[in-house]
């Protein structure tokens, strides 16, 4: 099973840039799509962007334009450049992946711990 560690969350004016990390750890063979995703307390987790294998992207509309999801395959590390961040942006963003390890079929990985990003006006 892979690990999945998010990282570079903050607190950041309104009109600023974060740029989160998310490395992949673990007993991994391979990794195909990889994605980000956000949560609110007392709200669903919801998609943000999505990276396949082959590099397409896609984003939720309340982010295209402003976000950019990147991935480094050799470092198994996914990205999430965050630019005109709004207050709305708050909230706990988590990464996740598809993930084949050596002994088992490609699927989802389990949840990271998150990384708080934090926008104020």
């Known amino acids: 099973q892979a690990q999945l560690m998010e990282s570079g969350g903050g607190l950041v004016q309104a009109g600023g840039s974060l740029r989160l990390s998310c490395a992949a750890s673990g007993s991994i063979f391979s990794i195909d799509a990889m994605g980000w995703y956000r949560q609110v307390p007392g709200r669903q987790r919801e998609y943000v962007a999505l990276i396949s294998g082959d590099g397409s992207t896609t984003y939720a509309s309340s982010v295209e334009g402003r976000f950019t999801i990147s991935r480094d395959n050799a470092e198994n590390t996914l990205y999430l450049q965050m630019n005109s961040l709004k207050p709305e942006d708050t909230a706990v963003y988590y990464c996740?992946?598809?993930?084949?390890?050596?002994?088992?079929?490609?699927?989802?990985?389990?949840w990271g711990q998150g990384t708080q990003v934090t926008v104020s006006s």
């Open positions: 996740n992946a598809v993930v084949q390890s050596y002994s088992g079929s490609p699927k989802w990985s389990s």
